[in-house]
């Protein structure tokens, strides 16, 4: 199991089964706040990912969601989620991705993103 010790008083902690599953845990502590988040995901048949989260802190916010990813031919994927809050979906080629958001309260929102190495 790797773990990792920040500064902050934050912990991560990450297990890998074979390459095929994943299970991270993020917990955060200070005097007046508390944190957790826990992700697991797993690889499915032809180049998809499933994963799920979990999130709770000590001011009374909680969420949960789910996402599937899939890899397409040259460097894109396409990709679905749900949380609490909004569903949203995205499409990437390359350095460039297309995101909507459908939060439950509010329009839909639209994004591009551009991304570049440094």
Known sequence: MKRQKYNNGSTVIQKTFKNVGQLEGKFNANQSYQSADITGSVKLPKGMTASASI???????????????????????????????????????????LEVKKPKAGDTQYGITYSRKI
């Open 55 to 97: 999130f709770k802190d000590s001011a009374g916010n909680k969420n949960t969601g789910f996402s599937v990813e899939k890899q397409l031919p040259r460097n894109s994927s396409v990709g679905i989620g749900k949380n609490r809050n909004s569903t949203n979906v995205s499409v990437s080629k390359g350095n460039f991705r």
